[in-house]
């Protein structure tokens, strides 16, 4: 019976292909437009480590002094050199690191290829098993190498084919700011999105292309980027850093329990009274522990913009949806006589309206293949954009099967009123008028 | 016109009515507001900046090793770079306006304030305000002999020395006018945390490097503090120069000193046109919205138009063998059309409002002005009278003699 309507369907679309076209379109430039948005917005708001991020969690103190202070505000989004080494030794968590940004310029050892800066990332050992960062070659540093403040490096997989050809280059010596490095590592590709680990580095950035041990970069004067945030008598001094209250790293840590999440969260407070006690502290204690998702919240890291088009796209498909209930209501009433014969032989009222919806299924597919080709147009569009997120912007498997079940089904559900009005014609009336 | 006889045939045609007046209504809504948005990313993509951008170029080095005599060096980049042919002025500097990155601090009027009243952006560099162009409105330029090393400057901040800072400060008018609204900012104090600075000049405009709040964005200081890390701000004699100086000054800066990599090298031109990136991005994306809106509405009218036609065609034979003329034909599409459309403009007013009021609380949008009612208004009436047009000739053209037969 299936077959019957769907044949009866594409007779009746191709009876008038203005009207169909303009029913397709309509749908396709809807579809294709929120598709295009919502893509970008999944993309843009999804979990950058799925499986491990209920794990993770951004602790936050506050050290600055009492003047400026305000109740209920926020914490530092970031901790400083003394605080960030006091949670890094005291291990209270399954994984710590304790990490900042730079750039870094690369003397590469082939004459051929000119010196050039990279991103890089300084950080502690236990970076690379909290993130679950995949190595190509070799592995990540340790405690000791930390301590000795060495003179290794983890470099990405993108930048091992730079300088090596991507073979594998463990071993090898890699000058950076005049000071010969051993690297130790190439990372396989490796890009979480969002960059949640230091948002200020650009948010949807790629993860960096070099990775050296922290305290190595404090004793190669490696220059550190990002956000530096001071107070008091604090003006971002390079060189003392490490004393000044200025807050310029990111501290992470894993908790792989509910009761873990709850002692850290003691931990935290009570390193907050001791630092109260020893003066260094001024305001009430203020400790906050994020997971990653509810950290990425809190800096509202999806772009208004994003949100914005995605609203702006769904109007969009509700107008075309609106024109398309119209459309079909006058096609469906314009055949009331041909309708009226069917019920007259005998077809249910029920048979009817499967019909109708048979023909607007018809045109929801036609508009969802449309609009999905759209779709793939927008998001190239998307990807010629200048941001940072611009690239990211591809359809995955998930976001093509919502494309077709939100163009099947919103043109089903726009067909449901003119269906519902076509099979209330009186039969015997439209025989008379015939 | 009659208007009784079209109400009485849209109390027939409930839903079909229904459907154009709220498909109007959208779409009336959404343009409103995606075309007040425009509006605002094409008043943000207009800024003054206050600088002479036609005449700038920017370069910024990165020394490879550790540089001693950074200074020195410094001097000697700004010394070669003034003798390149169509210099007219060079400063070394900390940041520059379209640059993203910047450095701010609070300001006090008062150093025993618990907040400060705002934060503003520190501009620095020998020269910067004549090299920027900077107009100055009142007020005196910094002096050669108050410009300290900003080094020195660091260092005596965290020594709480209080005679090694900065003791002058040139302030732009948008700073003054929110500092000591109506009043003359020259011999001011201000205070950073709890330097006393005076202000000495105030230049028309100014803009901040990285703009987070547009109401903001003028509130720029130039502190008389001597840079060298590398950053150069270049003003041409004549905008043709911006090229061949940049090519020159690349060359020459690394011929003195190999050992470090250029970074950035552009126009200001260049580095406004990628500041105002996401702006241009989204008007775009409206522009085409919008435009795609009026299409769809405009062929749902014509779509429903002919459907109206074609299923009155037996009626309008009867009305014109009955002594209609044409034109009354004409006339009572059109004024059907008018009546939907002016129906649904008013709702769509309504929802426009709202979706501001939306818009107000979650993007920071001022409210919608009234002028967008009247002017969106008639656009949509012009849309449906348009769209309209091609059916209700058709309709016109419909003979008496339909009447006469039976199908």
């Known amino acids: ?434 | 016109m009659d208007i009784l006889p079209i109400l009485s045939t849209l109390r027939r045609h409930k839903i079909t009515a229904f459907l154009v007046i709220i498909e109007i209504a959208l779409t009336c809504a959404i343009v409103c507001n995606a075309v007040f948005i425009i509006n605002q990313r094409l008043d943000r993509m207009s800024m003054q900046s206050g600088i002479d951008e036609h005449h700038l170029v920017h370069v910024l080095m990165a020394d490879i090793g550790v540089t001693k005599d950074q200074k020195a060096r410094s001097q000697e980049d700004l010394a070669t770079l003034r003798q390149i042919p169509g210099v007219a002025s060079v400063s070394s500097v900390m940041q520059v306006p379209f640059g993203n990155s910047s450095s701010n601090a609070g300001i006090k009027l008062d150093p025993k304030q618990n907040q400060p009243t705002l934060n503003a952006t520190l501009y620095s560099g020998v020269n910067v305000v004549r090299t920027l162009g900077l107009q100055l409105m009142a007020g005196r330029d910094l002096m050669p002999d108050e410009y300290i090393d900003f080094d020195d400057v660091v260092r005596a901040a965290a020594a709480k020395d209080a005679k090694s800072v900065p003791h002058v400060v040139v302030i732009t008018q948008g700073l003054a006018e929110r500092l000591w609204p109506g009043q003359q900012a020259l011999g001011k104090q201000l205070y950073i945390s709890d330097w006393p600075l005076t202000v000495v000049g105030v230049v028309k405009e100014l803009i901040r490097p990285y703009i987070e709040n547009d109401a903001e964005r003028s509130y720029s200081m130039i502190l008389p503090m001597r840079e060298s890390r590398g950053e150069y701000i270049i003003r041409t004699k004549s905008p043709q120069d911006r090229d061949s100086v940049l090519t020159a000054a690349v060359a020459k800066l690394k011929e003195i000193n190999s050992h470090r990599v250029v970074l950035k090298k552009q126009t200001l031109d260049e580095m406004r046109h990628d500041f105002f990136q996401n702006d241009r991005a989204m008007t775009g994306l409206l522009v085409g919205v919008c435009i795609a809106l009026l299409v769809v509405t405009a062929l749902g009218i014509v779509g429903l138009g002919s459907f109206w036609v074609a299923q009155r065609r037996r009626q309008i034979g009867v009305r014109r063998a009955l002594g209609a003329t044409r034109s009354n034909i004409l006339r009572y599409f059109q004024t059907e059309n008018f009546l939907l459309a002016t129906i649904g403009i008013v709702l769509g007013m309504v929802m426009a409002y709202g979706i501001n009021l939306l818009l107000m609380l979650h993007y920071e949008l001022p409210r919608l002005p009234v002028i967008y009612f009247p002017v969106g208004a008639v656009l949509l009436w012009i849309i449906g009278q348009l769209a309209v047009l091609g059916p209700a000739m058709r309709a016109a053209a419909v003979p008496p003699v339909v009447a006469t037969r039976s199908v």
């Open chain 1, 1 to 434: 019976m299936l077959s019957y309507y769907l044949d009866l369907a594409l007779r009746s679309l191709r009876r008038n292909k203005m009207l169909t076209a303009l029913m397709v379109l309509a749908i396709a430039l809807g579809i294709g437009a929120s598709m295009t948005t919502l893509t970008v917005l999944h993309v843009l708001s999804g979990d950058p480590l799925p499986g491990t991020s209920a794990s993770l969690f951004y602790p936050q103190v506050d050290p600055r002094e009492l003047d400026g202070y305000e109740p209920g505000k926020e914490p530092p989004s970031q901790v400083t050199w003394i605080d960030g080494m006091n949670l890094l030794h005291a291990k209270r968590a399954d994984h710590q690191a304790l990490m900042t940004g730079g750039s870094v310029p690369l003397q590469p050892n082939q004459s051929n290829v000119d010196p050039f800066y990279s991103n890089a990332r300084y950080t502690t050992n236990e970076f690379f098993p909290m993130f679950h960062v995949p190595f190509l070659f070799g592995h990540g540093w340790s405690q000791s190498e930390d301590d000795a403040k060495a003179r290794v490096v983890v470099i990405s997989r993108t930048l091992n084919d730079k300088l090596f050809g991507g073979k594998d280059s463990t071993g090898q010596t890699l000058r950076i700011k005049d000071v010969a490095f051993q690297v130790i590592g190439v990372l396989d590709t490796w890009r979480p999105n969002p960059h949640f680990y230091d948002l200020y580095m650009g948010r949807y950035s790629a993860s960096e292309d070099v990775f050296v041990p922290l305290t190595t970069s404090r004793d190669t004067r490696l220059e550190h980027d990002g956000s530096t945030d001071c107070w008091g008598s604090g003006g971002g001094d390079e060189e003392h850093a490490e004393t000044q209250p200025c807050v310029w790293l990111q501290f992470w840590v894993q908790l792989d329990s509910a009761t873990k999440v709850a002692a850290y969260k003691d931990f935290l407070t009570h390193y907050s009274q001791e630092q109260k006690a020893l003066g260094r502290f001024q305001r009430p204690v203020n400790v906050r522990l994020p997971v990653l998702m509810e950290w990425l919240d809190i800096n509202k890291v999806v772009p208004g913009d994003v949100k914005l088009q995605t609203w702006l796209a769904f109007g969009f498909l509700l107008v075309c949806l609106v024109n398309t209930v119209g459309l079909m209501l006058a096609k469906f009433l314009r055949r009331a006589g041909e309708l009226g014969v069917r019920r007259a032989l005998g077809a249910s009222k029920r048979e009817v309206f499967i019909q109708l919806l048979v023909e607007s299924g018809v045109i929801g597919l036609a508009g969802g293949i449309a609009g999905l080709l759209l779709a793939v147009l927008g998001l190239w569009l998307v990807r010629l954009q200048p941001s940072d997120y611009a690239s990211l912007a591809h359809l995955d498997l998930k976001m093509l099967l919502t494309t077709f079940l939100l163009a099947v089904g919103s043109t089903l559900l726009a067909g449901l009123l003119p269906a519902w009005r076509a099979c209330q014609i009186t039969p015997a009336l439209q025989l008379k008028s015939q």
